[in-house]
């Protein structure tokens, strides 16, 4: 597959760049939300080994309010125009909007990234499939509004690879190229610690569903939960759960900590060849 510049490698990672343009995302909201800390930040990112930049302008944290179109346009607009005039680095848009999405892919965006999985919004994958560009799958349980209140699973891995593999046929009836869809198991969305630790155990599973794999464990709840600490103490936790990802077969890691984490994947590799 093939992300803007970017080819996707079954030996390697790719890390993707957290970039939320919001006030009030659980970890760094507010910190890029000025168009040009933004961008500045993207390019740092950037700088420091990222391979992709996800740029968001909707925070989908526990307990999120739904941002309007327009506002979540006028937040990411000028930031992925920013990046693309400084950069030909790949851009993914994190957005559940097919407006939002196209917007982002006119401003130069080569990806979406819908944590609904196509379900909030039925012009998604006629989007996806009229530009060409991949997009990403995400389960969840409920909305970010509702989806920590008492989430439960007969067997979390069963009922994941279940939801992705009709998410993925729905995409492609939609007219979505097969090859242009990558999935990710949620961590953190409609789970619990214990649910995020068997995800992380099992990601080979997701293996038999035949699309690269991303994950998204950055200074998640659980870290915290698991270790007791505040959200900008988890990097080693953050680490510990990069490497599940990568013995589980992970194609992108989706993270704040960009340096510490390509200096980690480039010792992990080193030491497993």
């Known amino acids: ?15 993707m760049g ?14 890029s ?3 040009e800390d933004a961008v500045s930040n993207a390019l740092r990112m950037a700088e420091a080994g990222a391979d992709i930049i996800d740029v968001g302008g909707e925070s989908t944290r526990p307990g999120a309010e739904p941002v309007a179109d327009d506002e979540e346009i006028g937040r990411i607009l000028p930031v992925i125009r920013g990046i693309r005039g400084s950069s030909d680095i790949p851009i993914s848009i994190d957005t559940t909007k097919s407006s939002v999405a196209r917007a982002a892919i006119d401003a130069g965006a080569d990806m979406i ?9 039925a012009s998604m994958f006629p989007l996806a499939a009229e530009s060409g560009v991949p997009i990403c799958l995400m389960h969840m349980k409920g909305t970010p509004r509702t989806m920590q209140l008492g989430p439960t699973y007969e067997d979390v891995m069963a009922e994941i690879g ?65 270790l007791d600490v505040k959200v900008n103490q988890r990097l080693e936790g953050t680490l510990a759960a990069v490497a599940a990802s990568i013995r589980g077969g992970a ?15 480039e010792m992990y590799l080193a030491l497993s060849s």
């Not at 990234?113 to 919004?121: E, H, P, W, Y």
């Open 162 to 226: 279940s939801f992705l593999r009709e998410s993925i046929g729905m995409a492609v009836r939609a007219g979505v190229a097969r090859d242009a869809v990558v999935v990710d198991p949620g961590i953190g969305f409609g789970k619990t610690a214990g649910h995020n630790v068997e995800i992380l155990r099992r990601l080979a599973e997701l293996s038999s569903l035949g699309s690269p794999v991303l994950v998204g464990a950055s200074r998640k709840s659980f870290i915290g939960k698991i």
């Open 33 to 35: 939300f000025a168009p």
């Open 113 to 121: 990234n819908d944590i609904s999985a196509g379900r909030f919004d």
């Open 1 to 15: 597959m093939k992300i803007g510049s970017l080819s996707l490698r079954s030996d390697r990672p790719a890390i």
């Open 18 to 31: 957290i970039l939320n343009v919001t006030p009030d995302s659980f970890s760094d909201g507010g910190a």
């Open 251 to 265: 194609h992108i890691l989706r993270v704040h900590d960009v340096a510490a984490v390509r200096r980690f994947v």
